[in-house]
């Protein structure tokens, strides 16, 4: 054990010592002023009894004398050394200042966290006593509070620190609950929700770890604040008792010795507040600059990195009771294969015979706007098989990106979602606990931006140990460490960059590692939502066919979300074309690229440039808007083939070849009110202002 703690401690100090490095110049110089001040002062406080050469409230010494060498800084008017109630001062400073701010940061960061994350009624009865509180000046609200205190606490440190920490448990409460408003809306948030991380970890690791960057300067400037508001109630009286030693109130009693000429008095204690309250704000800032990486990005250098060392989980040293000892180097080549490490308390059961991988039963989903509810998905359904790739393309704004969250379950609070969402056979829209479980486990998402996606503030081997442990209890850090290399190995990306942050890698690096986060516990189903966007072709190919691969590998059933229609062409089985919130046309992809039943669909294809293209085509008009009454088919104000039916009913899904269905008018069955009927347009539009069709029965 002590072998082990030893390693963590080295460890520990060689991450502090690479972080110290990277910072900028000014920061470190900011922080040793910081330091030395601060660290200055609390020596001075801890020592006083040693320090002080008469008490503080020892007043025998002449009234007013000059300083000297019997008294450094003179005496005041009550006959008290100036030098003594400076040193205790400081004492007294430390402990009340200390008191207030922890007690405020105790109380005011978890209430914003929690009120901002939540939400709802507790959020808006939290910001109404905050702003309450808030609404009061600040001078005032701590004498109300000292008052009070006093006389049921009693004069003294508790009763000062109380009545100063009511001043700024508001503060610290708004600062981080509007910081959580905002970072509970990043990508990398949302990636978290998705890789089915539980609601406390969010909290914890992604919101707070994010927000309480700003808490370091926070506290240095309320605990700047506190000094002053701790003066001007010892100034006013309401501070600790008289005979304690407290610079405020020493400079209250100074005001009639100026004009005397005692000017020592009132600036020694002056100068010890502006000595304290800037060592503590150079601290906080410097502190802030080393710790905040992305605050010394210009800093980073590349020698620091430890390679395959992760404080947090690396693997442990020789002779250690958790695995082999650590790898000595970068050379060694890691095993390629990401078969978990660890054991699953509770493997799921294997699918029966035939039961697809995914199914996604008549899902619809709702986004409540000012302008009324936006019908961004209308009845979907659709199966995905072990193995298989399916396709799911279209115009942008059609709906493909909230049918991936919807299989995910990780829509906005705004959005409404009925269907169901069925894996391996298990309805997962029945048990929210396990529909979380399943996420990043046996159900992954790979999102369109992944610089958005990883949590800025967490190395990359970070983020997969918090995956894996969130889905694997048993699996230890080291371990969930030593398969987040291999899985980055597997994927292309050098092992010894996982101690890297998200921002040292380049777009199809990050990409590489959003694969690997999704695919380190072999789900049994990814959906890929534009996992090239951004990239160069050959990026782009690389990426493509390491998707292939892992299919291949893995047995993934993939859901390509895509506008790329040479994507589905090369990568993808079958192919979905989505339109205004529903599928209009599915097939394999030979079918439906060679003969496209869908009007639609021959329009996107016939937008393709190739290398045969003499002049650019395009769909002509716009989407509809989803948030009014489509009546009809979406696509008939758009269509040349348009007749009156288009715009009076709905069609449905219709079969239009060999495993090939079309929801169109043009196809028997298309009408439920008519199903053994289709209708034959009397001749072509060519231009959009030109009446619909009449159309006959045929």
Same mark, same amino acid.
């Given at each position: ?129 905050? /702003? ?32 100063? !920490? ?33 609601? @406390? ?35 006013? *009286? ?64 590349? /020698? ?64 409540? !706007? ?14 995905? *098989?072990? *193995? ?26 705004? &959005? ?27 159900? !992954? ?32 850090? &080291?371990?969930?460490? @030593? ?23 380049? *777009? ?88 496209? @039943? ?95 069709? &009449?159309?006959?029965?045929?």
């Amino acid at each position: 054990m002590s072998g082990r703690s030893a390693g963590s401690g080295s460890r520990r100090r060689a991450r502090l010592t690479a972080r110290w490095r990277q910072a900028g110049r000014t920061s470190r110089r900011l922080l040793i002023a910081g330091a030395v001040i601060t660290v200055g002062f609390a020596l001075v406080a801890l020592l006083a009894p040693l320090l002080a050469p008469y008490g503080q409230a020892a007043h025998d010494a002449p009234q007013l004398a000059h300083p000297g060498a019997a008294h450094l800084f003179g005496t005041t008017n009550l006959r008290f050394d100036v030098l003594s109630r400076v040193i205790f001062g400081a004492r007294l400073a430390f402990e009340v200042v200390l008191a207030s701010t922890a007690f405020a940061l105790v109380l005011g960061v978890p209430l914003g966290l929690v009120s901002g994350y939540s939400g709802g009624r507790l959020d808006r009865v939290l910001v109404l006593v905050m /702003d309450a509180l808030y609404a009061f000046p600040s001078l005032l609200l701590a004498i109300v509070a000292a008052f009070a205190l006093q006389r049921w606490v009693g004069p003294g440190v508790p009763a000062a620190a109380l009545s100063i !920490s009511v001043i700024y448990i508001p503060q610290y409460f708004r600062v981080v609950r509007n910081h959580t408003l905002a970072v509970r809306e990043e990508p990398f948030v949302d990636a978290a929700r998705a890789m089915g991380a539980p609601r @406390r970890v969010i909290i914890v690791r992604y919101v707070a770890a994010n927000v309480l960057q700003s808490v370091p300067v926070i506290f240095t400037i309320n605990a700047a604040d506190a000094v002053l508001t701790l003066a001007a109630l010892g100034f006013l *009286g309401y501070g600790v008792p008289l005979r304690t030693a407290e610079w405020g109130f020493d400079i209250g009693n100074a005001i009639s010795d100026v004009g005397t000429g005692a000017w020592w008095t009132s600036l020694f204690p002056g100068l010890a507040i502006v000595g304290l309250v800037t060592g503590m704000s150079l601290l906080g800032e410097g502190v802030n600059d080393v710790l905040n990486p992305r605050l010394r990005a210009a800093g980073m250098t590349s /020698d620091v990195t430890l390679p395959l060392l992760d404080p947090e989980g690396a693997p442990p040293p020789e002779g250690s009771e958790d695995g082999p000892p650590a790898p000595e180097g970068v050379e060694r080549e890691l095993s390629r294969s990401i078969r978990a490490i660890g054991f699953d308390p509770a493997p799921p059961e294997p699918p029966a015979e035939g039961v697809p991988a995914l199914l996604v039963g008549d899902v619809s989903v709702t986004y409540r !706007s000012a302008r009324g509810p936006v019908r961004a998905v209308e009845g979907v359904t659709l199966a995905v *098989g072990a *193995g298989e790739s399916v396709g799911l393309v279209g115009e942008s704004g059609c709906g493909k990106s909230t049918l991936g969250r919807a299989v995910l379950g990780v829509l906005p609070a705004v &959005a409404e979602r009925s269907g169901r969402v069925v894996l391996d056979g298990v309805d997962l829209t029945a048990d929210a606990e396990a529909w979380r479980r399943a996420r990043g486990d046996r159900l !992954s998402l790979v999102f369109q931006d992944p610089a958005t996606r990883l949590d800025p503030l967490q190395r990359v081997e970070s983020h997969f140990v918090e995956l894996i442990r969130a889905h694997r209890p048993g699996t230890s850090k &080291a371990a969930a460490a @030593r398969q987040g290399r291999e899985t980055l190995a597997a994927v292309g990306v050098p092992p010894d960059r996982a101690r890297q942050y998200p921002h040292e890698f380049s *777009g199809g690096m990050r990409q590489r590692i959003m694969i690997a986060l999704a695919v380190v516990l072999e789900p049994r189903v990814l959906v890929a939502d534009e996992p090239t966007t951004s990239l160069d072709v050959l990026v782009e190919a690389q990426i493509l066919d390491l998707l292939t691969d892992l299919r291949r590998r893995l047995g993934l059933a993939v859901v390509l979300i895509t506008h790329n229609l040479g994507i589905v062409a090369e990568t993808c089985d079958r192919v979905a074309v989505m339109y205004a919130g529903r599928i209009v046309e599915e097939g394999p992809v030979a079918a439906v690229f060679a003969a496209p @039943r869908h009007p639609y669909t021959q329009a996107l294809l016939g937008a393709v440039i190739t290398l045969e293209t003499q002049a650019p085509a395009a769909v002509p008009g716009s989407p509809p808007d989803l948030a009014g009454p489509l009546p009809g088919c979406p696509f008939a104000p758009r269509c040349p083939l348009a007749m009156t039916t288009c715009h009076d009913v709905v069609p449905v899904l219709t079969p239009a070849g060999s495993a090939h269905t079309a929801a169109c008018h043009l196809y028997p069955g298309a009408d439920p009110a008519h199903p053994a009927q289709a209708w034959e347009p009397a001749g072509r539009r060519l231009r959009l202002a030109e009446p619909p069709l &009449a159309g006959t029965l045929r």
